[in-house]
């Protein structure tokens, strides 16, 4: 037994306090502090960054200041890393001896696809990508009332576009329709539309459910396009389908059926398409102030094929078969008794390869080759009242008695590089390369026939780079050299646009761009010693986007140089210009289930081409055009309602006359036309949402443009006096549509209901 007295307690308890003592002064004077800031490049505080002494344990994370601070027994040279979520990460060197450190980091934003700004100035985009946030998705050109599920007509609901009934194509912002051009997977489509009817405007040849993809430039494209004077509609063709697919369709006007069939490897695919349009029945119901001698019908064919590569990449080809007929009867304007009897047969085949590779180390390459072929056979013929072939002697009537034959062919083949540069900055370089062949044999009423032939060697070289400087400042700069042996004249075209992002979701953009395009064909028939026409664009917008809202407000001008006059020679001395305002609003989300846009342009444009006597607000533009798209599904019905108002202010128009005595052309005379005002209506029944075991799923579609049958009239046809003035007005004051859809193998129903809740 031990025994331990009060002093010898108090003793040891002494000497072990003395050694804890020592050893705590020795370990706290053993650690040395590590301390400082994280900021990044704009001297924000970068709260909740993490720093770590590499291959230790110690470290620390910033507090709300942005400050840091532990204590490390370590000794010697170290690595210091500091890391934030969206910024670069940082190493740091460092020594530590017996003082303390204190370290201040300014970390660089990391740039990412997700996060960064894009360019937006003229450029609405439309895709079915997952991250996109995109203004339309495919589905919007088939569920937009009384468009019909033409992708220009829906494209006419978006600010730039002018609602112009009586000619095919897309009028923006001061531009004829000529100067829009539509590209599929890189290439040129030579013949968009069905060919022209006179003071009918055509439908474009394509169907929506092709495309992934749609961007609608109103100016400031990319370099990697050309010819396009004022806008471009680039489309970019689905890859594989999801699953295989068979489809069955009949409506009021034609019939269809079609396949895709997915390889069980889901590596491959195929499909074909086939459409017959006949209106004889609907014609018979609905009439139209034509009187038709031939019933308008089209065939319709297509086929595809597309492959994946063990690269990734993916070849895709595409061809479609196009024959239709028409002919129609309308009185002549020259004469009360005669009648103008017009006559066109068309052929039309178009094919277009294209493959997409990874190269490795950054590259990508796009391959592009398109060959079409398109052949018209038109006639006009002045008939008595009879409907038999007649000459009168006079030369303004009999002029328009002739046939023409026409074939235009256009082979095409491009080649775009890409290389990542740094981060997701990328370099774009490639060239192309067309062969443009255009034969037309004219024959008038004295059997005389001309023959006219246009060849073209067009080449081109562009480069582009995306620079992504932060994920708030971004920059687009690239350049054109292009050549054409029939002008036998180059032209190198600038681009230049650049984003700012202004705060969450919202960005400013800039652009800058010179674009050339070739006179139409029909003027260089006449003279080919023309130049390159030519206009400048200038752009400011700004853009708040999410996925539920967007808010986009635009100004532009345009200054055009060497237009095409036809007077006193044909020359390039027409000049002009446009500029305005565009306002876009669209909003999914304030009231539940209902989906909606606005669009709203002004515009102000003159221009001195063909044979104006000076400049002049084009027959084609209005000054103010706003359209309303709504978008309603009423699940307990399982029906979808679609309505789309468009409004435009009067378009001016014009009876230029060529005056004998100053030889020149003036106006004999002139006004403005009544403004345009309709309300397009469709509505979708999808039965079978809801039935979880169905095989056969259907939608049932039925439409009407005009509802509220406005007196629409686009403007003035003279005679050849100017006595007679005759108004141009749609063929029928409405259009009227039924359909049903059928699909076997994938459920498309749900597509219509999501892209509206």
């Known amino acids: 037994m ?18 804890f003592f020592l050893l705590s002064s020795t370990i706290c004077f053993s650690q040395i502090k590590i301390s400082g800031t994280v900021k990044d490049n704009r001297n924000h505080i970068l709260a909740g960054s993490t720093i770590t002494l590499k291959t230790t344990y110690d470290g620390a ?68 990508r997952k991250k996109a946030v995109t203004v339309l998705n495919s589905l919007d050109i088939y569920t937009t009332g009384g468009a019909n599920a033409d992708i220009t007509a829906t494209v006419k609901t978006l600010p730039g576009a002018q609602q112009v009934g009586e000619q095919e194509g897309l009028f923006v912002r001061g531009g004829a329709g000529y100067e829009t051009k539509q590209f599929i997977d890189g290439t040129l489509v030579n013949n968009p539309y069905y060919t022209s009817v ?22 400031g494209y990319s370099a990697l396009y050309g010819e396009a004077l004022s806008a471009a509609l680039i489309l970019e063709s689905i890859d594989l389908p999801d699953k295989s697919e068979a489809t069955a369709s009949i409506s009021t006007v034609f019939v269809g059926t ?29 009439k139209q102030t034509p009187d038709y001698f031939k019933v308008p019908q089209f065939h319709n064919a297509d086929f595809n094929f597309r492959v994946k590569t063990k690269k990734g990449g993916i070849i895709k080809y595409y061809t479609t078969f196009a024959h239709n007929s028409l002919g129609l009867r309308r009185p002549n304007i020259d004469s009360l008794t005669l009648k103008n009897a017009f006559g066109l047969t068309n052929t039309n085949w178009y094919n277009n390869l294209s493959w997409r590779e990874n190269l490795g180390n950054g590259w990508k ?67 192309e390369y067309w062969y443009a062949y255009s034969k037309n044999i004219y024959g008038n009423a ?22 992504y400087i932060t994920n708030n400042i971004a920059a687009k700069i690239g350049g054109r050299l292009e050549h054409s042996s029939l002008l036998n004249q180059a032209n190198i075209a600038p681009r230049i646009s650049f984003a700012y992002k202004t705060g969450k979701d919202a960005q400013m953009s800039l652009a800058y761009g010179t674009f050339y395009q070739k006179p139409e064909n029909i003027q260089l028939f006449y003279n080919t010693n023309l130049n390159y026409t030519k206009a400048t664009h200038y752009i400011i917008n ?74 002049l607000q084009p027959s084609f533009a209005a000054g103010h055009t706003f359209s309303l798209v709504t978008k309603k599904f009423i699940l307990p019905i399982k029906t979808g309602f679609n309505f789309t108002y468009t409004y435009a202010t009067g378009r001016p128009y014009y009876d230029i006359m060529y005056n004998t005595s100053s030889s020149k052309f003036v106006i004999a005379d002139q006004g403005t036309a009544k403004p345009y005002s309709a309300l397009g209506f469709s509505m979708n029944y999808v039965p079978s949402v809801g039935k979880t075991n169905a095989k056969t799923f259907w939608v049932f579609v039925a439409s009407v443009t005009n509802v509220l049958n406005n007196n629409l009239i686009y403007g003035y046809n003279y005679s050849y006096n100017g006595k007679n003035k005759e108004a141009i007005t749609p063929a029928a004051p409405q259009f009227f549509f039924i359909g049903v859809f059928l699909s076997w193998g994938v459920d498309r129903t749900q597509d219509a209901i999501n892209n509206n809740l």
Request: charged share 20%.
């Open 258 to 286: 079609g396949l895709q069939q997915l390889a069980k490897n889901k590596k491959s695919s195929y499909g074909f398409n086939y459409g017959y349009t006949n209106v004889y029945p609907y014609f018979q119901i609905v």
């Open 542 to 615: 700004y853009q708040k986007m999410n996925r539920d809202y967007t808010f986009r407000v635009e100004a532009f001008y345009k200054k055009y140089d060497n237009l095409v006059k036809t007077f006193p020679t044909y020359n390039n001395s027409g000049s002009g210009y446009a500029q305005g305002v565009e306002l876009f609003w669209r909003d999914k989300k304030t009231i539940k289930g209902f989906d909606y846009w606005v669009s709203y342009s002004y515009l102000d444009t003159k221009r001195d081409y063909l044979n104006y006597p000076q400049q």
């Open 365 to 431: 390459m796009n391959l592009g080759l398109s060959y079409s072929t398109n052949k018209d056979d038109i006639s006009n013929q002045i008939q008595n009242q009879n409907n038999q072939y007649v000459t009168t002697g006079l030369f303004y009537i009999d002029s328009t008695n002739f046939t023409l034959n026409s074939k235009q062919d256009l082979s095409q083949i491009k080649a775009v590089f890409e290389k990542k540069i740094t981060g997701i900055s990328v370099l774009r370089f490639g060239g």
């Open 2 to 19: 031990f025994v331990f007295s009060k002093r010898k307690l108090t003793m040891q308890k002494a000497f072990i306090s003395s050694i």
């Open 61 to 128: 994370i910033t507090d709300s200041t942005g400050s840091f601070s532990f204590k490390t027994f370590e000794k010697g040279d170290f690595i210091l890393e500091i890391k934030s979520i969206g910024y670069k990460t940082v190493e740091q060197k460092i020594t530590i001896g017996k003082d303390p450190i204190n370290l201040d980091f300014l970390l660089k934003e990391e740039v990412n696809e997700l996060k960064a700004v894009t360019v937006t100035a003229g450029t609405f985009e439309a895709s079915d």
């Open 198 to 219: 006179p003071d009918l405007a055509q439908r474009g040849r394509f169907a929506p459910n092709l495309f992934k993809g749609t961007v609608f430039t109103t100016g």
């Open 446 to 467: 004295a059997g005389v026939n001309y023959t006219s032939v246009l060849q073209d060697h067009f080449k081109a070289a562009f480069a582009e780079a995306d620079l």
